[in-house]
């Protein structure tokens, strides 16, 4: 890596409206609790978290680790102490560890995590990847956009994602060997160790190990009948819909404000798990049954099956925060823009439960761009920021710019004429302010059709650099997708000591979208 640019995010299209006020901290803005360094001691103080917890989450974890065949990495002893706290993010179990933003989620919680521990010498933060193995979203974490190839894993399975077998990653995996030649180096022996595993939970905690190491980051799998034990009360309270009000009545607090709702939530907010399949639970009448089989049960018994089988019942995306922050000594969650989103709505949900509500931290953004076209970009008289404007707007810009034709300011000076000549005429005769208006719109038309005329043929001339534009653009918006959303990291890292690399210089506590530019 050699040097990087940051622009703030708000500065962006990229986020919703709410998370861009959010980050802004405005004084009136209620809704999320923004990660403040001077705010992890009064934070600390609400987050409690007994010793039983403690050693009950370390038991689970040792187990999980062992189940894999691993020594348990090294903050999962850290956890059992009462100065320990977790920075947590997570993710589905995407194909190959899925889009570059799934590894700035990371590099993000890890990094984090180093710098509060650095200026709290009194407390232990560790950072913690939560995989979603519960999710059951198959096709969307199937695919993997790699080299300008979509690789796909192929598999008939149902159910959640971290309890399928690894069938069918190894045809995937051989795909991606394929298509990257001798570029997989090191991720080779790490992709083929874990694929020894039997489940893709066990295969992306190996996975995402042999990327990061063990010193610092560690992965729980929530899909773990005793962590769901703690869930059980929860889980109980909200058979009588506990959560759809306290989420109601936030919504239309944001709907008011003209903020997007990310997450409507439902009457149940919960599924049951089964080996091959997830499905929601709802109510009928004085039954509660299970979407898409015949059972139907009363109360009293549905109550006895989540007591009897805790590790059945699982959260959906309203509760599934609720369930993190009961198991986890967790003080800041690190997101991206649609996660914060949702989690703003979820703060009288937290409530509602007595659940400790976390401070939240945007992760970092970063688009990554070859030494050689950043050069050919600036010499084209763009700066870095424009990398985020749309390519018609910067070809219009660059032929204006390069062509000394400035068509754009002798349009305002015709539309001006007409003004002056409007308001003149009216002093005359008001009622020929209706004809001198339909003239104006008439020339402007036929003005816009000369401006549209004159653009094109300038691009003609310009081909070479119009095709450069395009180039760049497709680097960083490809298939009209922002890069960290479509590309994976075997597209840009290519080492384990890249990956250490690109962890020390993240920095996600500025909110800026950092574009990094490198030699490849």
């Known amino acids: 890596m050699n040097s990087k640019e940051k622009i703030p995010l708000v500065e962006l299209d990229v986020l919703s409206k709410i998370t861009k006020d959010f980050l802004m901290g405005e004084d009136d803005f209620s809704f999320g609790k923004q990660f403040d360094k001077k705010e992890i001691s009064s934070n600390i103080k609400q987050c409690k978290f007994s010793l039983e917890q403690r050693l009950s989450l370390s038991e689970s974890l040792v187990q999980q680790y062992a189940s894999c065949g691993m020594e348990p990495a090294s903050g999962v002893s850290k956890l059992r102490s009462e100065n320990a706290f977790s920075i947590t993010t997570g993710h589905q179990l995407c194909l190959f560890g899925g889009p570059l933003f799934v590894f700035y989620k990371i590099a993000s919680t890890i990094s984090l995590a180093r710098k509060l521990t650095k200026e709290n010498p009194l407390f232990q933060f560790v950072p913690i990847f939560w995989m979603a193995t519960e999710d059951h979203d198959f096709e969307e974490v199937s695919t993997l956009n790699v080299a300008g190839e979509k690789i796909k894993w192929v598999s008939g399975q149902l159910g959640g994602v971290g ?33 020894i595993q039997e489940n893709v939970s066990d295969f992306y905690r190996v996975f995402l190990h042999g990327i990061f190491g063990t010193d610092e980051l560690v992965i729980i799998d929530p899909d773990d009948r005793s962590l769901k034990c703690a869930f059980t009360e929860v889980a109980l309270l909200e058979l009588n819909g506990r959560s759809k009000s306290a989420l109601d009545i936030t919504n239309a607090e944001l709907n008011n404000l003209g903020y997007h709702i990310q997450v409507k939530g439902r009457e149940i907010n919960l599924f049951w798990l089964e080996s091959n399949s997830r499905n929601r639970i709802m109510r009928e009448g004085e039954y509660f049954v299970i979407v898409g089989t015949e059972k139907k049960y009363t109360k009293k018994e549905f109550e006895q099956l989540v007591l009897d089988f805790p590790e059945k019942i699982s959260p959906n995306v309203v509760l599934r925060p609720v369930y993190q922050q009961q198991i986890l000594p967790n003080i800041v969650t690190v997101g991206g823009g649609g996660e914060l989103a949702y989690w703003m709505q979820l703060n009288r949900v ?102 549209k005329r004159l653009l094109k043929l300038l691009k003609i001339k310009n081909e070479d650099d ?20 479509y590309n994976s990291i075997f597209d840009f890292l290519c080492s384990i000591e890249d990956v250490k690399d690109f962890v020390s210089g993240n920095d996600p506590t500025d909110n800026t979208m950092q574009i990094i530019i490198g030699n490849s």
């Open 163 to 195: 309890r399928m077998s690894v069938d069918g990653l190894v045809e995937a995996f051989s795909v991606l060997k394929n298509v990257l030649g001798s570029r997989i180096g090191e991720f080779n022996e790490i992709i083929e160790k874990a694929l």
């Open 350 to 451: 937290f409530q509602e439960f007595d659940v400790y509500y976390p401070m939240l931290q945007m992760r970092s953004s970063h688009t990554m761009l070859n030494e050689k076209w950043a050069k050919k970009w600036l010499n084209m008289g763009f700066d870095l920021s424009s990398l985020f404007l749309p390519s018609e707007l910067l070809k219009n810009q660059f032929v204006a710019r390069e062509n000394s034709i400035d068509i754009d300011s002798e349009i305002q000076k015709i539309e001006n004429a007409f003004n002056d000549i409007s308001v003149k005429v009216v002093q005359f005769e008001k009622s020929l302010e209706a004809m001198v208006g339909a003239e104006k719109r008439k020339v402007e038309k036929q003005l816009d059709g000369l401006n």
């Open 466 to 485: 119009m095709n450069r534009i395009d180039r760049v653009v497709q680097m960083v918006w490809p298939e009209g997708v922002l890069q960290e959303r």
